[in-house]
C-alpha cells in the first residue's frame, strides 16, 4: 500500500494497478468565480507518458472550463475510492480536439471500462498533465 505523495514518475506498482482497476472517478475542475465544479467521469492514467484522459463532450461544462486557461492549462484533480483505497492526480488539464488524440483517450477507455464509448461528434479529451499523486492505494 502506497500513502500520500508519490513521486509523478515513478508510482508504485500498487497505485499504478489501482488505476487500470475498472472504477468511477471524479474530477474537479474550477469555475470561473473560483468555485470547484466536481462531475463523475471515466479516467484513464498513462504513468508513462505522465498523463491522465478524461473523453468528454467540448460543449460540457467541465471541457469549457478546462478551455478558458488556454494553452497554459488549467488545474485540476481526479481521484477515485474505493472502501479505504484512495487515489488523486493533480495537473494541468488541456482540452484537445486532435482526432489521434481523441481516438488514443477512446481506446484507452474501451480498455479500462471494457466498454466501447457510444459516437459522439463533438467528443474532445481533457488531457491532464499529472505533476502530483497522492493516495493510498
Known sequence: MTRNSMDPAAPAESYAAFWRERHLCTLTTLRPDGSPHVVPVGVTYDAGAGLARVITSGTSAKARYVA??????????????????????????????????????????????????????????????????????
Open 68 to 137: 478558458a486557461a488556454g494553452e497554459v492549462g488549467a488545474r485540476v484533480a481526479v481521484c477515485q475510492v474505493d472502501g479505504r483505497r484512495w487515489a488523486t492526480l493533480e495537473g494541468r488539464a488541456r482540452v484537445r480536439t486532435e482526432p489521434e488524440r481523441v481516438a488514443e483517450a477512446e481506446r484507452r477507455y474501451a480498455e479500462r471500462y471494457q466498454r466501447t464509448p457510444r459516437p459522439n461528434p463533438a467528443r474532445v479529451v481533457i488531457e491532464i498533465e499529472v505533476s502530483r499523486l497522492l493516495g493510498n492505494a
